[in-house]
């Protein structure tokens, strides 16, 4: 019998236990370029799947400031997986460091010097498909920060055996879904790369699954990781274009948003209610305000699942999106050359043309410096650059100037004030850390002047942020950006020295207050969203198993649930609103004053059944009417050529936005279909 059990195990196939491949290493590159470390394979099964398969990649490497690393690893097929991305802050070396799917630990959690078993920030299930594991394999680590610390790679192994990586456990969502193949190749930070992309939605209430026809949008795409301190988390966000096979843009919309080619998907990481993004923008529209629409939807990329995201609108010039008119490189004088522009205050890319103001930042000894975001740079001309320093130059002179207020020869001849209005408001009550300084766009149409906004990265917003004050629900957002930073254009401030334009933000605060601030209104609408992703937050946060713990720059406490995530959210919202109740000064009282650009729109009844009578006063210009629901999408448009008009629509009872923009301007109602 002992013979028989001895012969029964020599039978057993050699692939029945794991087996272990060893590599070695050498200097990583410090100079800006990749760094690639060979392995090679032999011996094992031609296939490897979810019955035998790679196991565990192991690395040890001496590194004086770990967070510079990213590392891959690249299978014989060209799949990469990433394992680790820029993680450990300044800590030291992974010794004897393990990525595991099965791991306890996600890296992102762990903390310098590694030295364990993680769980990657990839997935090694995209190796276990059904390729032939013999041949190179390849490690490959990029020094993020060149020219500052070295190390090296002294080893690294894998391990093959019958426990492989297997994918994330998900078949199908209620929230739309969008389904991205880049066949195994890892999406970079740029440039954008070819991949295939299915969007499904079946429809409010209905079960949209993996394996159905992308019924909204199937076909090309273009793909990179966008964001700065966002790039750096494990769930990143991504910029793509619709594309035709060819790879010219295509203009599609997607779940009911306005035809475009360019788009976003955010991954919110660092907000865990999911909401501040999207909150923001949705409040900016109500203000009567362009600003980004955006979808939830869950993402799943090469078969592995993403988590909850947000896919929507990229800022940029268009009859959807920022409506200035169009500049080409040929319009460098006269009319033409004074818009459209998008610019912008942000951290600078290589590529990036700008103009240095003529004052520094607070706090800096160095020029603030503006950022032209369209014209693009390859389309924009010296006399177009020229021209648009010189327009900012006169407003900051004369916001320098000692009558700087004056109504007729101060600031507001180059800006439109109410724009800058609504932009504080959103930003002093949202309490933005990157308010004022970073993200913040601001544009300019032919013959017109400065206009703020639209907003954009509101992640870190809503007491979001343990600095520079971003979690007290008192104090001032802009004197916090002026104490802590030293990217603050000076004339943000100086706008809180007009006692006209701190008069008109009261004005306008307690006009919005009447609706689309209230306090009970919010938190109403904060509910029926979270309501929205509730199915679906198990799935991200199993997927990102990040609630009840710190992640940068979250806030304390970390409540255990997402219930309680979205209660702190609703709760310091409702005390940063009576903080700022008592503090705007200035006599105002409740319509005293018409917001400039409004137009006196009236909906009857409201609340209605669905229908209802849309009147704007006589002699108005005709206009557009857009209805959306408390998502943003467009569930409806006509153009209104008389009035009073009869509507009569199939509206599942709730919240909906009634728009109606005319060449006078826009104004935003909120409606109540019972």
């Keep these: 019998m002992k013979n028989f059990i001895i012969l029964i195990c020599l039978l057993l196939p050699l692939w029945s236990f794991s087996q272990v491949f060893s590599g070695t290493g050498g200097p990583i590159s410090d100079n800006g370029t990749h760094s690639y470390f060979q392995l090679s394979v032999s011996g094992l099964p031609s296939v490897i799947d979810t019955s035998f398969g790679l196991e565990a990649a192991c690395v040890n490497i001496t590194h004086t400031n770990v967070s510079d690393l990213i590392i891959s690893l690249i299978s014989p097929n060209g799949k990469e997986v990433e394992l680790s991305s820029r993680n450990g802050g300044d800590g030291d070396n992974y010794s004897n460091t393990c990525f595991n799917s099965q791991a306890p630990t996600p890296i992102y959690l762990g903390a310098a010097p590694f030295s364990a078993w993680y769980e990657p920030e990839g997935f090694l299930s995209l190796v276990n498909t059904g390729q032939d594991p013999n041949g190179i394999w390849t490690l490959h680590i990029f020094d993020a920060a060149p020219f500052s610390f070295s190390g090296n790679l002294t080893s690294w192994s894998l391990e093959f055996g019958p426990h492989p990586s297997v994918p994330f456990s998900f078949t199908h969502s209620q929230l739309p879904l969008v389904v991205i193949s880049t066949e195994g190749v890892l999406i970079p930070d740029e440039p954008k790369i070819v991949a295939q992309m299915k969007v499904i939605d079946n429809g409010p209430g209905q079960s949209n699954f993996l394996t159905d026809t992308g019924n909204v949008y199937q076909g090309w795409i273009g793909i990179e990781v966008r964001g700065k301190s966002s790039s750096w988390q494990p769930k990143k966000s991504f910029s793509l274009e619709t594309r035709h096979a060819d790879s010219t843009g295509l203009e599609v919309s997607l779940l ?9 998907l955010i991954g919110n990481f660092a907000d865990k209610s999911l909401l501040r993004n999207f909150y923001a923008y949705h409040l900016y529209r109500k203000m009567g305000r362009w600003a980004p629409r955006m979808e939830f939807c869950e993402l799943v990329i090469d078969g592995e ?16 999106r920022v409506p200035i008119a169009t500049i080409s490189p040929e319009d460098t004088q006269g009319t033409e050359l004074t818009g459209g522009y998008i610019f912008k205050l942000d951290w600078e890319d290589p590529g990036d043309i700008g103009w240095n103001s003529n004052y520094p930042a607070i706090n800096a000894s160095w020029a603030l410096r503006y950022l032209l975001v369209y014209p693009k740079p390859e389309n924009t001309q010296p006399a177009q650059v020229a021209y648009l320093k010189s327009y900012v130059d006169s407003f900051e002179y004369a916001m320098m100037s000692p009558n700087f207020a004056d109504p007729v020869q101060g600031y507001r001849q180059f800006i439109d004030e109410a724009s800058f209005v609504d932009y504080i408001l959103l930003t002093e009550l949202t309490r933005d850390i990157d308010g004022y300084r970073l993200s913040t766009y601001l544009h300019k149409d032919k013959n ?3 206009v703020a906004g639209p907003p954009w990265d509101y992640d870190l917003s809503w007491g979001n942020a343990n600095y520079a004050n971003g979690y007290l629900t008192s104090g001032w957002n802009y004197q916090s950006q002026a104490t802590y930073s030293n990217q603050l254009a000076f004339w943000w401030v100086k706008f809180f020295e007009d006692p006209q334009f701190k008069e008109d933000l009261k004005c306008r605060w307690l006009e919005l207050k009447e609706d689309v601030l209230n306090p009970q209104q919010m938190k109403n609408e904060m509910d029926s969203l979270a309501a929205v992703l509730s199915v679906a937050t198990s799935n991200n946060f199993k997927k990102w198993p990040i609630l009840g713990i710190y992640v940068w720059p979250n806030t304390y406490p970390y409540p255990q649930t997402y219930l309680g995530e979205v209660t702190n959210l609703k709760n ?8 700022l109740d008592t503090r705007w000064s200035g006599n105002c009282t409740i319509g005293t004053t ?17 229908t209802f009578f849309l009147e704007v006063p006589a002699g108005e210009e005709p206009g557009e009417v857009v209805l959306t629901d408390l998502s943003g999408r467009r569930i409806f448009q006509e153009t209104l050529t008389s009035s009073p008009a009869q509507f009569s629509l199939n509206l599942v009872p709730g919240i909906y936005f009634l728009t109606y923009r005319n060449a006078n301007g826009i104004q935003t109602e909120r409606m109540v279909v019972e």
Aim: proline content about 9%; aromatic content about 10%.
């Design 572 to 579: 310091w919202a409702s005390e940063r609103i009576t903080w």
């Design 305 to 320: 699942y993403q988590g909850i995201y947000l896919l929507g609108e990229r800022i940029k010039r268009g009859g959807d």
């Design 256 to 264: 009911g948003m306005p035809e475009d080619e360019d788009w976003v």
């Design 448 to 450: 017109g002047e400065i």
């Design 594 to 610: 018409e917001h400039p650009g409004s137009i006196p729109l009236r909906i009857s009844p409201n609340p209605n059944s669905g």
